[in-house]
């Protein structure tokens, strides 16, 4: 059973590019979740969708930032323009939106601004 | 708002040493808690969860935790420990919206 899918696992860019992170949920999972993680600041969540449409984006640092999910199965975060201080992981995470669904990670992608 | 502290952000311990690591959650309503892990280089996996009943909660390789209410707390503990326990640990707490928060992480290395 396949997990959730993030793509693409490594990018190197420079500053100023558009970066376009994708995420796939695990089928039948309703809830979608975008963290960034950070030596410095930990893993921060950044926008949460339940069944589509955007609850929290309250963690979503400034206005470069955009996350989308135009269907169940499909979600992307971009960064416009990019920034070295955007350079870490993030990872993208589904779930079944209820007490105490376990919330399941993809591998992450791994950003590096230059 | 909710929140999670993670007192340890190091610890080392030598093989078949016991483990505690301290997890204090602030939240003013129910809340569902969980333990993931994070082996170098790899993803969060669920270690265990709690969400209702019983407070002391069993997880994956011998792991364990028990919440204490009065206390905020949930904290995670393994008897003894394995150099292949050596790994990043992440406490999160879940309240009525569904939102995951985590913490800071506990960076465990275990020395054969």
């Known amino acids: 059973d396949a997990g959730v899918i993030q793509s693409p696992r490594h990018e190197v860019t420079e500053m100023g590019q558009e970066v376009t992170l994708r995420c796939k949920p695990i089928s039948g999972h309703n809830s979608l979740f975008w963290y960034r993680q950070t030596m410095m600041r930990g893993l921060e969540l950044l926008i949460y969708?339940?069944?589509?449409?955007?609850?929290?984006d309250s963690g979503m640092p400034e206005d470069r930032f955009s996350a989308k999910m135009p269907n169940a199965s499909f979600s992307t975060l971009k960064i416009q323009p990019s920034e070295p201080r955007d350079s870490a992981v993030y990872f993208c995470?589904?779930?079944?939106?209820?007490?105490?669904?376990?919330?399941?990670f993809g591998e992450g992608s791994w950003l590096t601004v230059v | 708002a909710q929140s999670v502290s993670q007192h340890n952000h190091h610890v080392i311990l030598s093989e078949a040493a016991s483990l505690e690591l301290g997890c204090n959650y602030s939240?003013?309503?129910?809340?569902?808690l969980f333990w993931y892990v994070q082996y170098p280089g790899q993803h969060l996996q669920l270690l265990l969860k709690?969400?209702?009943?019983?407070?002391l909660v069993k997880g994956i390789k011998g792991f364990e935790a028990e919440f204490i209410k009065s206390k905020f707390s949930f904290n995670l503990r393994k008897p003894s420990v394995q150099w292949s326990d050596t790994a990043e640990y992440f406490c999160?707490?879940?309240?009525?919206?569904?939102?995951?928060?985590f913490g800071t992480g506990t960076l465990l290395a275990v020395q054969p």
């Open positions: 999160a707490v879940q309240g009525a919206t569904n939102k995951l928060i």
């Open positions: 709690y969400f209702s009943g019983d407070p």
């Open positions: 969708f339940n069944n589509n449409v955007p609850i929290d």
């Open positions: 995470a589904s779930t079944i939106a209820g007490a105490g669904n376990t919330i399941y």
């Open positions: 939240y003013g309503g129910t809340v569902n």
